[in-house]
């Protein structure tokens, strides 16, 4: 090669790097933005308490650790100066105040100075306030200890703080709760005991327990239940357990309010405690899999409103759910049932390289309805949507993924679906159309990555408010005997006729055999959770 090529190579490398190290930094700085806007939002927030309660509903002094303070108490804050004495010749220095707010508080309790074995009684010591302290996306107990040894001052200070922590409408007194022992690894009773018990009861939530013990057995319970004595209801699973949930109480509103053809919102708030192999709803309402971070939010009262869709095949209803793959999503999914002896992680890992060893297109008849706008009326009536335009495709389709929240995992940090939120009215296509198996694992190893898995060519993106998908069922040879003909990457599967297909809705497997319709419910749901634009991510699948 000449000097002439060398250099000409080098400097395509070089503005290469250059484009690679500006979109870093442009994404950086937009995560930079975001901090700086919530950042300004709790400060904007804060002022806004501190407007409505600059009245002092008590104050006194208590030993923080080893130094005395001077404590004050509002409406929604508790704040703390260490008291200095003063000396002539000492110049006055201005002390930063310790602040608290109260809806990080979760529980007040008196502190008692007890022998080994005594149960009740014994001298005061003063106030313990357990809190929340945020660090990155996850929640952690923490507590205040306020030192006093004065019994009346000390209960005039607990009962004062119970009170203005008993007046939040938001925080549930009295639970109903779903444990699936069979998710994952089987450790959800073990899970509940360790993790979220304690906060329930630190926080004096009452709890009324059911164990499942069969597919369907938390919709049996919902449908005949008294929910007037429930402030929410709790379930600790896997995808597959939170959505069987929704759907039970999604169903159950119908009942109450007797409509059954459209969709009522539930009444009561459901609440998340991850125990299943991916759990994408809980990462999407919680950036994180951790199961105290979930039950702070249940106890404090986080409340998000958040969209679901339908799924219904021949003017049937099938299931309310958040999520469905069909083509890739669903036929690794029906594999990974098969081998249920296996290890989760391997057995995940086993159907993703499975199909993909035989990955074949789908022919398929899409039709979608484009979202109107990002902001939904929740009580706009979906029939209306008929009246619409619908566009169709026809083609060959390797997956296709339909999704009304960013369903964020470790796997993958920024969501399936970064372009959804999860309370615009609207859910997003993802329609990956034929193409080479290298280019194809290209596609889903980006979503492991920041960015970059809809910027190919055969990757067809739309924000839709309800997705029709008709699969070709042809006379002719099944899937299975497809399988182990020549390694041509282009021929269709060609189903039986009347064949169901392989659906992955909410990581649970569903066959339907005709076509199926998907429309999006806006704020039909009410999780315990926040906002979040990006999971925390620890692993990194290993199997492409």
Partial sequence: MSEPEEEFDEEQSDSVKTKK?????A??????EKEKRKEKQVEEEGEEEEEHSDCVVLRGIFQLGKKSHDVLLTQTRLTWIPIIPETPTAEACALQPGVLLLRDVFAVKVKRRRAVGQESG???????????????????????????????????WYTTLKELLTGSSSRPK????????????KEAVHIYREHVAPLFRMADVRTDITVTEWKGHALSVMKECKLDEYDGVVCIGGDGSVAEVCHAMVLRAQLDANSPEKPVKPVLPLGIIPAGSTDVVSCSVHGVRDPVTAALHIVLGHLLQVDMCSFSSLGQLVCFGFSAMFGFGGRSLARAEKKRWMPSSRRREYAVVKTLARLRPDDCLLSFLPAKNSNSDPDQDPELEGEETWTTNQGLYLSISIMSIPCLSQHAPQ???????????SAALIAVGNTSRSEFIKHLKRYNSSSGQFSFSFVETHTVSAVRICPRSLIGCSEEESEEEAES??????HMEGAAFPWNIDGELVEIAN?????????????????VDEAESTV?????
């Fill in 540 to 544: 990194s699948c290993s199997c492409i």
């Fill in 489 to 494: 990457k282009t021929t269709p599967i060609i």
């Fill in 515 to 531: 076509e199926v319709l998907i429309r999006v419910h806006p704020q039909l749901i009410t999780l315990y959770g926040e906002e």
């Fill in 21 to 25: 190290k500006e979109k870093r930094s």
């Fill in 27 to 32: 994404r950086k700085m937009k995560k930079k």
């Fill in 122 to 156: 014994g001298p005061v010591l003063g106030v313990a306030l357990f809190c929340c302290r945020r660090r990155g996306k996850r929640l952690e107990e923490d507590t205040l200890h306020l030192h006093n040894a004065s019994a009346e001052h000390t209960q005039t």
């Fill in 415 to 425: 969501g399936l679906a970064p372009n959804t939120s999860l309370a615009n009215g």
């Fill in 174 to 185: 009295y639970l109903k709760v779903f444990i699936n022992p069979s998710s994952h690894k």
